[in-house]
């Protein structure tokens, strides 16, 4: 007797292990500004042929479907699925949401912009517009010192009422990207994502323009998991766990039998 359904259960176990690496993952970051969950995609592997469809089975006759063997399942890929977050009023001048699409822009160490939708900005001792990690964005926007009032206007214009002055004085203008295919966007940790040949080159615009998102000051968007959903995914992802195990199980049972008793 053949093995192979061992080896067909095995790739089921794989499959799920890594399934319910995603929805840890997930849930590990219910509480992270800005964070988009994951989801594993599968596919199933070649099929073994044996006899294909329409194959002659009599002079006037055909085979109606083919018989064909799979031979597992593997993960195809991981994509982010980029849905709103809701907004969660903070009143801090420089935490700023996007209710819609697009992207900030940050200079990363290594030179080259990530992208995210984490808007906890903080100022430097320059006065320059930072992530919490010290990241400058882009473009780079300088606070005066001295600023009493710092606004961020839904279009993403920054303008700050300096000491002594009434009117207020513009001295920046906060831009959002884009891409064609935002999933294809390669995660890199601390809630950014950089560009990728998926994903297409980035397309800069201001808020409200193009198709991005307005900016919201005084907030940010949390996390877009959903604690329930992930809860039920984890369980139907450990029943299948369970029913693999337990095919692996009884086919071994059933070689233990054919040796003991042929």
Not at 132 to 145: D, T
Not at 172 to 192: D, K, S
């Amino acid at each position: 007797m053949s093995s192979s359904a061992m080896h067909v259960a095995k790739t089921g176990l794989n499959a799920q292990q890594t399934r319910m690496q995603v929805i840890a993952n997930n849930l590990a970051n219910v509480n992270t500004t800005g964070f988009k969950r994951d989801r594993a995609n599968f596919e199933t592997l070649l099929y073994q042929i044996d006899r294909a469809g329409g194959s002659q089975t009599s002079e006037g006759t055909v085979l109606t479907s083919a018989s064909a063997l799979g031979t597992g399942v593997r993960v195809v890929n991981t994509e982010k699925l980029y849905s709103q977050g809701s907004l969660i009023n903070t009143d801090n001048a420089l935490d700023v949401a996007i209710d819609g699409q697009g992207f900030f822009q940050v200079l990363m160490p290594d030179g080259r912009i990530g992208y995210t939708r984490n808007g906890t900005f903080s100022r430097n001792a320059e006065g320059t517009l930072t992530t919490p990690s010290g990241y400058v964005v882009q473009p780079q926007i300088q606070i005066p010192e001295g600023a009493m009032e710092i606004n961020i206007s839904a279009d993403g214009i920054v303008s700050v009422t300096l000491a002594g002055q009434v009117a207020p004085q513009e001295v920046g203008q906060i831009t959002l990207a884009n891409f064609a295919n935002p999933r294809g966007l390669q995660p890199m940790g601390e809630t950014f994502v950089i560009e990728t040949p998926a994903s297409g080159e980035a397309i800069i615009g201001a808020p409200f323009e193009q198709g991005f998102g307005k900016l919201v000051q005084g907030a940010l968007e949390a996390s877009n998991v959903n604690v329930v959903q992930q809860l039920v995914d984890m369980i139907e992802t450990q029943r299948a766990y369970e029913v693999s195990s337990k095919a692996i199980t009884a086919t071994d049972e059933m070689l233990r039998f054919l040796s003991n008793n042929l």
